[in-house]
C-alpha cells in the first residue's frame, strides 16, 4: 500500500511558476514509477507527465512539454513537478500517482492515488 499526498497547490498569475510536491509513505519508493495527472474543472482526468524509478527518464504530455518538470528524490521519498510558464488552462487539481505502463491517452495508468491539490490559474 502506496499513501500518496501532495502539497504546494495555490492561485497564480499567467505567466507564473509553481512546484508541487508529493510525499510518498512506502518502504521502497524507489521500486514504482511515479508521475502526475490533473483534472481541470467539468473534464476528465489527463496525464500530465511521468518519471521512472531512478529518475533517468521523464515522459509529458505534448500540452506541458518544455514548461512542466518532474523530479524525484529517492531518500526522501519525493516527486515534484516544477510547472513554469502557467496558463488558464493549466488550472485544475493535480494528483500525483504510482504508474505503470498501459494502454490510455499519455501512455501510462495510474495505480494509488493521492488526495490531489488545486492549482488556479488567474489574474
Known amino acids: 500500500q502506496v499513501h500518496l499526498v501532495e502539497s504546494g497547490g495555490g492561485l497564480v498569475q499567467p505567466g507564473g511558476s509553481l512546484r508541487l510536491s508529493c510525499q510518498a509513505s512506502?518502504?521502497?519508493?524507489?521500486?514504482?514509477?511515479m508521475g502526475w495527472f490533473r483534472q481541470p474543472p467539468g473534464k476528465e482526468r489527463e496525464f500530465v507527465g511521468a518519471?521512472?524509478?531512478?529518475?533517468?527518464?521523464?515522459y509529458y504530455a505534448d500540452s506541458v512539454k518544455d514548461r512542466f518538470t518532474i523530479s524525484r528524490d529517492n531518500v526522501r521519498n519525493t516527486v515534484d513537478l516544477k510547472m513554469t510558464n502557467l496558463i488558464p488552462e493549466d488550472t485544475a487539481t493535480y494528483y500525483c500517482?504510482?504508474?505503470?505502463?498501459?494502454?490510455?491517452?499519455?501512455?501510462?495508468?495510474?495505480?494509488?492515488w493521492g488526495q490531489g491539490t488545486q492549482v488556479t490559474v488567474s489574474s
Open positions: 500517482a504510482t504508474v505503470t505502463h498501459g494502454e490510455s491517452p499519455g501512455g501510462f495508468l495510474g495505480d494509488n
Open positions: 512506502v518502504r521502497t519508493f524507489s521500486a514504482y514509477m
Open positions: 518519471i521512472t524509478w531512478s529518475g533517468g527518464s521523464t
